[in-house]
């Protein structure tokens, strides 16, 4: 965390990190951004020396990513993402940010960059753009980010088509006062880009997702040299991916994990069914090229994924041969050793392909013996039980299962240890924010800032919702937050599910429910007959009739207790009554804790 220390000791810690800014070097870059403007003679309207980062997602967890800059009240959103539920969400579709911060802030919103195409950076758009959007908003994407974002935007007819500019490797724009350049970055899908932003207080450095890869598929490797052009106009601050700093050494190669996605190809007789992320265009794209070098068909099933090959086919970025790719229901034309099936599913959703493969809800495919599954994608943080279920599930049908633990067949896009270091090594910024990961891979993140010189002080663990405050001399967290917690999005309400109605979903799950039914004459205050019971979850009714017996006999004293001295009766203290003792009384005879749901009707 950040501590306050003393300017002196500041400047000493300074020169640590780059001899060039030290002494009269330094008070010409960092003393007075605002002489630097009027040097400069643009952008005059901006002389605040203070830039404010917010991160609204992806801090603390994978996925969600989304953070705002702003200086002097003008705000630059970097990515809208989504992420999947934990597997403590019944009912939930996706948790999106929460942007309530923005709310009356509307027109000091001037565009949103996005770095690349993966849903993690992208998803949110439908679910929240109409909440930011006017007229004047900017949004600017590389082809194939904005190919995706487009396509994801034709699923949501209620919302109007979106207007995205289409930015490259190396394009600069304008918003304001964010001066912003584009750069590539290796990841495992093609057009990823990083962004140096220049801004009156200095530069930031925003990496996106990466890693450092030799050899990319559909891309070229890292050019080091523009990351020193770019180190060399200093840079104040850098955020950088941290989901692989918990990783030794360096990240694989998507040639190699190619290289051992060829092994299992070489090997196997059955059918091979593919399972990865509808987004990961590299590994669709390796799993077509060496499914037409062994004679395989390809089919691809789930419909984002359909949707993505679609968008990068027409962009160019995945190829594939004329009659590679044939439908679902052709499979049977094909002998088993010529079919790749393609599919969403590997962290075991469970509305996706593979899931209803596995589940034989499928309307073609159902697994046999002799077929092969590829589960190409790293389990995310909370879906382990969930994705060993699914294993389970498909040996137990007799199929074989690959999994990245076993072999190196999906290795995350992202740079491990060393390549962070390297990264921080070259961009030799003053000041280190990690961004993108769990709490403790943001903790790693900053153990390598400080390990290749980064004053601690100047390294930032934050998290979402909080306030960073960024100036050439210091950087600080505000003691206020603005609203980061969860916004769920559950069929077609965006919001409506919230904490309260988590909880009561997680009850049900838990214990079930038990509703009582008491008729209560108005004239005597007695009860009518005998309560009804209604309850799912719980125990089985007709083998609990003892239970039952004695539960409607202590609601009628309950009921009986209230109406006795025959005043007027407060019927909302009658129900928390027969909740708590009803409640306990389940609890001492099943040690379970139902949802208790009194109704009391006066006849
Ligand atoms: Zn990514």
Known sequence: MWVQIPPSAHM????????????????????????????????????????????????GEVGRNMTLFEIEGK????????????????????????????????????????????????????????????????????PLTRGIILKRQEDFPNLPPLNVNEVKNGSKINMGPFKIEFFRQNHNIPDNLGLFIETPVGNILHTSDFKFDPTPINDLPTDFQKLKMLADRKILLLLSDSTGAEEENHSLSEKTIEKNL??????????????????????????????????????????????NVEISRALGYIKSKKGTIIKAKDIQKYPDSKITILCTGAQGEGSA??????????????????????????????NERTVQNLKDDILRQGCRVFHYKMMDIHAGGHAQKEELKEMIKIIRPKFFIPIHGQYSMLAAHAEIA??????????????????????????????????????????????????????????LARDGMFV????????????????????????????????????????????????????????SYVKDEIRNKIGQFFYTRTQRRPMILPVVIEV
């Open 450 to 507: 400080k390990e290749v010189g980064i004053p601690e002080e100047n390294v930032v663990v934050a998290e979402n919702g909080q306030i960073i405050n960024l100036n050439p001399q210091k950087i600080s967290v505000e003691k206020s937050r603005v609203p980061s917690n969860y916004v769920m999005v559950d069929g077609l309400g965006i919001g409506d599910v919230g904490e309260i109605v988590l909880r009561d979903r997680q009850m």
């Open 353 to 382: 392909v593979l899931m209803r493969i596995a589940t034989k809800e499928h309307p073609f495919i159902r697994l046999k013996k002799g077929d092969n599954i590829i589960l190409s994608s790293s389990v995310i943080p909370g």
């Open 516 to 571: 009582i039914v008491v008729a209560v004459d108005k004239q005597t205050g007695k009860v009518k007959g005998s309560p009804d019971i209604i309850s799912r979850g719980f125990v089985y009714l007709r083998e609990s009739r003892e239970l039952l017996k004695d539960t409607r006999k202590r609601v009628i004293e309950i009921v009986h207790r209230a109406t006795g001295s025959g005043g007027a009766v407060n019927w």
């Open 75 to 142: 705000i630059l959103i970097c990515d809208m993402g989504l992420r999947m539920p934990g597997e403590d969400m019944p009912g939930i579709d996706y948790i999106v940010p929460n942007i309530s911060c923005l709310k009356d802030k509307k027109k000091n919103i001037l565009g949103v960059v996005f770095t690349h195409g993966h849903y993690d950076h992208i998803g949110a758009v439908p679910y929240l753009i109409d909440k930011i959007w006017h007229p004047g908003l900017e949004m600017h994407a590389s």
């Open 262 to 307: 060829e092994e299992i190809f070489k090997k196997v007789e059955g059918r091979i069914i593919a399972a990865t992320f509808a987004s990961l265009i590299n590994r669709i794209q390796q799993m077509i090229a060496l499914s037409e070098n062994y004679g395989r068909k390809v089919v691809i099933e789930g419909y984002s994924m359909k949707t």
């Open 12 to 59: 000493t810690k300074q020169s640590n990190i780059d001899p060039r800014d030290s002494g009269a070097e330094m008070k010409k870059r960092y003393v007075s951004p605002t002489t630097q403007i009027a040097m400069k003679g643009q952008r005059r309207d901006f002389i605040s020396s203070t830039i404010r980062i917010i991160p609204l997602g992806g801090l």
